[in-house]
Structures are given as structure tokens and as C-alpha cells.
């Protein structure tokens, strides 16, 4: 048993889960109120006011919506293919995708964790929450994994956790509830201690948006956040006490009895003593909120700026964009997306994948495990149907322009089939055509000897 490394995956786990959990309280709109607390709890006394736009979510989804796992292959081996697609179904993390991607976009880094269950011996896998996974790197070669930790708190309310290693698997609980468990000390070793790992593989994939630094799409997000919040509660204390006009009246005399505004009422207003001050009636004009709306706007044009998500994502427009403006539009965004898949997320799926007919005893290179996803680009499509046609037009091979847009073989087999059929209908059409004309003419010369 390893106290160093025990001590380093309590220290990261304790670390994490607060800053975790305020990143995907920001996704999911539970903001904290930065600023203006109290001017709401003054404004609103016995309200349980919150106000906030929530661009922390478009900025995400915007580039989550692009993100699509559809379907996988293995080399050229179509059994092998079906094979992993199965298991994606089986292990049911083809349905941990999105929760997969939203975690490593919001905080930086998410995890997925395979292994054999105890009970079938059937491969198991799913997604982790970041805040109770850590992976540790080699000094040396920061491309190998040391070994990673998880932890939970179980259903009797101790605290678990797990270190993989390529060789063995230890596994921890503390000698004290959850709550109570404040150091590495608190941790002894379980019964058994250890479990062996016949794989040679730590079986904790680390999905990381960067290497350099963790930082998901939300870091640069949070200060503009928070203003855009403050704004929004500020425009509300000012549409609760001075959106309304504020009328008043000056009299040297009472006036009798409550003056109420409404309609068809009248206000019976004592005269002046014509000596004073006259009796006279005035208003206050109405708070503008067109300031705070501005302002509001700005700072969510500039989130899309920081983060490359297009303008038109947070502005209403009535006529949208046509399919190549939308393409240039679109272009930083579609960018940043298609890096993250290809250095981010592609080659942790190959391992995953491949870790997974190595489960079900089938040993693969994670290089042979092709993860295909679709294509993020937003294509209209008759502007799809124009650059194909260009590109056959220009000699490119119609099944290589298709296979280039992200069609799978068997889609192209089926469209080949379907072509092919098509062809051999025409075909059979014709040749019926032809023979009932060769019938009829047939018929109209036996008629014409007759005669």
C-alpha cells in the first residue's frame, strides 16, 4: 500500500470538488448573486429573488450540440465493429456520451471507468463526475498514466476509494463517516486490500480539453457572468421602485383623505390661500432600463467574442442568416470544436474502445478503433448538394465525396444498392416500353395486310 500516493489522491479529490461544483453551478443557471444581494433582499423582502441570464449554457451547448459519437469501427473488421458497438450499448455508455463531454467542456477534464463486473465478469464502464476521479502522469513521459483514484461515499456513509494501477487496484475506506474523514490518515486498507490487474492498463480514461493547464470553456465566462447578473438585478430594484411614473402634490392645505391613481379618479385638491405657495401637481419621470438592457448585451457579445461562439447565438434576429454567412459565421466556433475532437476526445474514445474488446477478450491497437463522429459544421443542405456536385464535377469520386462528409461504408453500400436498383428498374422500364411499342406496331401491320 502506497501512503504517498494515497495522500496525493485525497489532497486532489478535496481540492477539486469546490471548484467543480461551482463551474456546474454556473452551467446549470444555480449562479450565486456576486453583487447585489442585499439590494435584492431589501428590494424583495419576503421574495426569494434570483435573477440571471444564463450564457454560461450557450457557450457550452453551442459546442456540445456539434459533438457527435454516431458510430464506431474497428480496422476493416465489420464483426469486430458490431462488436464494439454492442459493448457501447451493453456497458450503456453510449448513453453517458453527452455527460461525458459536458463535464470535460464545463470543467476542463471527465473520466470513464471500465472493468470487468464482479458478478458476470461482463465488461462494465461509465462516466465519472471529474470531481471524484484524479489521474496522475509519468515524470518522464507525461503520456503514460502513473494511476488515478476514485472515491465515493457509500450507502453506509463512509467514504471509498479506489487506486488504479497498471499492475493492481487498492482499495480504501475510511475509519470514520464521510463527514468526519479530514485527512489521508482517515483511510485504511479494505478486506482485501488489493485486487490484481491483468491488463496492464489503468482502466481510467482521462478525457482533457488541455494538458498545459485544466480549464474548461467556463473560466474566462464567470466574471462576465456575474456582471451580466448584476446588471439584471440592478435593472429589477430600479423596475420595482422607479419604472413607474412618481407623481406628487404641493399644498400649503391638507389634502382630505387618500389620493389614489387609477382610472376615472378624481383628485379633489384644496386651492391656495393666494399668499403661498400655490397648490400645484408634478411627476417624476419614469426610470429608463434601456441603460442596463445595453449593457447587458455588450458584455454577452463579448462572452461570444472570448469564446468563439457566434453572435447570433445570443441576439434575436428575424431574418437568419444564408448558409454561407452562416458557415463564416460559424467558422471560430466549428474550429475550436473540431480540435477538441480530434487532439481531445478521439484518441481517449480509441482507448476506451479498444480497452473494451480487451474486456471481452479480444486484444486490439486503440489505433485500429476508428470513433466516428459527425460532421460539426453547420451546412444548409442545398449548400451541402453544391459543394458535392463541385466536387464530383471536379473528378472526385462520388463515394469518396461521401465517405469525406462522414457517411459510414454501410451507408454507402445502401446508396450503391439503392443506385443500382434504380438503374435495373429504368432499365426493366425501358425494355417493357419498347416491347409494347414493338407490339403495337406488330398488331398495326397484321391489321393493314388484312385490308
Given at each position: 500500500?502506497?501512503?504517498?500516493?494515497?495522500?496525493?489522491?485525497?489532497?486532489?479529490?478535496?481540492?477539486?470538488?469546490?471548484?467543480?461544483?461551482?463551474?456546474?453551478?454556473?452551467?446549470?443557471?444555480?449562479?450565486?448573486?456576486?453583487?447585489?444581494?442585499?439590494?435584492?433582499?431589501?428590494?424583495?423582502?419576503?421574495?426569494?429573488?434570483?435573477?440571471?441570464?444564463?450564457?454560461?449554457?450557450?457557450?457550452?451547448?453551442?459546442?456540445?450540440?456539434?459533438?457527435?459519437?454516431?458510430?464506431?469501427?474497428?480496422?476493416?473488421?465489420?464483426?469486430?465493429?458490431t462488436a464494439l458497438s454492442d459493448l457501447m450499448t451493453e456497458t450503456g455508455l453510449v448513453h453517458d456520451l453527452d455527460d461525458t463531454h459536458i463535464a470535460a467542456l464545463v470543467t476542463g477534464?471527465?473520466?470513464?471507468?471500465?472493468?470487468?463486473?464482479?458478478?458476470?465478469?461482463?465488461?462494465?464502464?461509465?462516466?465519472?463526475?471529474?470531481?471524484?476521479?484524479?489521474?496522475?502522469?509519468?515524470?518522464?513521459?507525461?503520456?503514460?498514466?502513473?494511476?488515478?483514484?476514485?472515491?465515493?461515499?457509500?450507502?453506509?456513509?463512509?467514504?471509498?476509494?479506489?487506486?488504479?494501477?497498471?499492475?493492481?487496484?487498492?482499495?480504501?475506506?475510511?475509519?470514520?463517516?464521510?463527514?468526519?474523514?479530514?485527512?489521508?490518515?482517515?483511510?485504511?486498507?479494505?478486506?482485501?486490500?488489493?485486487?490484481?490487474?491483468?491488463?496492464?492498463?489503468?482502466?481510467?480514461?482521462?478525457?482533457?480539453?488541455?494538458?498545459?493547464?485544466?480549464?474548461?470553456?467556463?473560466?474566462?465566462?464567470?466574471?462576465?457572468?456575474?456582471?451580466?447578473?448584476?446588471?439584471?438585478?440592478?435593472?429589477?430594484?430600479?423596475?420595482?421602485?422607479?419604472?413607474?411614473?412618481?407623481?406628487?402634490?404641493?399644498?400649503?392645505?391638507?389634502?382630505?383623505?387618500?389620493?389614489?391613481?387609477?382610472?376615472?379618479?378624481?383628485?379633489?385638491?384644496?386651492?391656495?390661500?393666494?399668499?403661498?405657495?400655490?397648490?400645484?401637481?408634478?411627476?417624476?419621470?419614469?426610470?429608463?432600463?434601456?441603460?442596463?438592457?445595453?449593457?447587458?448585451?455588450?458584455?454577452?457579445?463579448?462572452?461570444?467574442?472570448?469564446?468563439?461562439?457566434?453572435?447570433?447565438?445570443?441576439?434575436?434576429?428575424?431574418?437568419?442568416?444564408?448558409?454561407?454567412?452562416?458557415?463564416?459565421?460559424?467558422?471560430?466556433?466549428?474550429?475550436?470544436?473540431?480540435?477538441?475532437?480530434?487532439?481531445?476526445?478521439?484518441?481517449?474514445?480509441?482507448?476506451?474502445?479498444?480497452?473494451?474488446?480487451?474486456?471481452?477478450?479480444?486484444?486490439?491497437?486503440?489505433?485500429?478503433?476508428?470513433?466516428?463522429?459527425?460532421?460539426?459544421?453547420?451546412?444548409?443542405?442545398?449548400?451541402?448538394?453544391?459543394?458535392?456536385?463541385?466536387?464530383?464535377?471536379?473528378?472526385?469520386?462520388?463515394?469518396?465525396?461521401?465517405?469525406?462528409?462522414?457517411?459510414?461504408?454501410?451507408?454507402?453500400?445502401?446508396?450503391?444498392?439503392?443506385?443500382?436498383?434504380?438503374?435495373?428498374?429504368?432499365?426493366?422500364?425501358?425494355?417493357?416500353?419498347?416491347?409494347?411499342?414493338?407490339?403495337?406496331?406488330?398488331?398495326?401491320?397484321?391489321?393493314?395486310?388484312?385490308?
Open positions: 500500500m502506497n501512503d504517498t500516493d494515497l495522500k496525493l489522491a485525497y489532497d486532489a479529490l478535496s481540492a477539486k470538488a469546490q471548484t467543480y461544483g461551482l463551474l456546474f453551478s454556473y452551467y446549470d443557471g444555480r449562479q450565486p448573486l456576486v453583487y447585489s444581494t442585499e439590494r435584492l433582499r431589501a428590494a424583495f423582502q419576503s421574495l426569494d429573488a434570483r435573477f440571471n441570464e444564463n450564457w454560461c449554457r450557450v457557450v457550452v451547448d453551442s459546442e456540445l450540440n456539434r459533438i457527435g459519437l454516431e458510430s464506431w469501427a474497428v480496422g476493416d473488421d465489420d464483426a469486430l465493429s477534464e471527465s473520466f470513464v471507468v471500465a472493468w470487468p463486473d464482479e458478478t458476470t465478469g461482463r465488461p462494465t464502464a461509465f462516466y465519472n463526475d471529474p470531481r471524484l476521479c484524479h489521474a496522475w502522469y509519468d515524470a518522464l513521459n507525461p503520456r503514460v498514466k502513473r494511476f488515478a483514484a476514485k472515491w465515493w461515499t457509500g450507502d453506509d456513509g463512509f467514504q471509498y476509494l479506489t487506486l488504479y494501477y497498471p499492475d493492481r487496484l487498492e482499495y480504501y475506506v475510511s475509519d470514520k463517516p464521510a463527514t468526519e474523514a479530514t485527512s489521508h490518515k482517515a483511510f485504511i486498507p479494505m478486506t482485501p486490500p488489493t485486487a490484481p490487474n491483468p491488463y496492464g492498463v489503468v482502466p481510467v480514461f482521462h478525457f482533457r480539453l488541455e494538458k498545459r493547464v485544466n480549464k474548461g470553456l467556463l473560466v474566462d465566462v464567470l466574471p462576465m457572468q456575474d456582471a451580466i447578473n448584476k446588471l439584471f438585478a440592478d435593472m429589477m430594484v430600479t423596475a420595482e421602485y422607479g419604472a413607474y411614473p412618481q407623481r406628487y402634490i404641493i399644498s400649503i392645505a391638507g389634502v382630505q383623505g387618500k389620493v389614489r391613481n387609477a382610472p376615472n379618479e378624481v383628485w379633489d385638491l384644496p386651492a391656495g390661500d393666494g399668499m403661498g405657495q400655490p397648490t400645484s401637481v408634478g411627476e417624476f419621470s419614469a426610470a429608463s432600463l434601456t441603460t442596463y438592457l445595453e449593457a447587458m448585451r455588450d458584455l454577452a457579445q463579448t462572452i461570444g467574442i472570448v469564446t468563439a461562439t457566434p453572435a447570433h447565438y445570443f441576439t434575436a434576429t428575424s431574418t437568419p442568416p444564408s448558409g454561407d454567412a452562416l458557415m463564416v459565421m460559424e467558422a471560430p466556433l466549428t474550429s475550436k470544436t473540431q480540435r477538441h475532437i480530434n487532439q481531445r476526445f478521439y484518441p481517449v474514445w480509441q482507448e476506451v474502445g479498444a480497452f473494451l474488446l480487451l474486456l471481452d477478450g479480444v486484444t486490439v491497437d486503440a489505433q485500429d478503433v476508428t470513433p466516428v463522429f459527425r460532421d460539426v459544421a453547420s451546412i444548409q443542405p442545398r449548400a451541402q448538394a453544391e459543394i458535392r456536385q463541385l466536387s464530383v464535377n471536379a473528378g472526385m469520386p462520388l463515394v469518396t465525396v461521401l465517405s469525406d462528409e462522414g457517411w459510414t461504408q454501410a451507408e454507402i453500400d445502401q446508396m450503391t444498392q439503392d443506385k443500382e436498383a434504380e438503374q435495373t428498374t429504368a432499365t426493366a422500364g425501358l425494355g417493357a416500353a419498347l416491347l409494347a411499342q414493338q407490339r403495337q406496331f406488330d398488331q398495326g401491320m397484321g391489321q393493314g395486310g388484312k385490308q
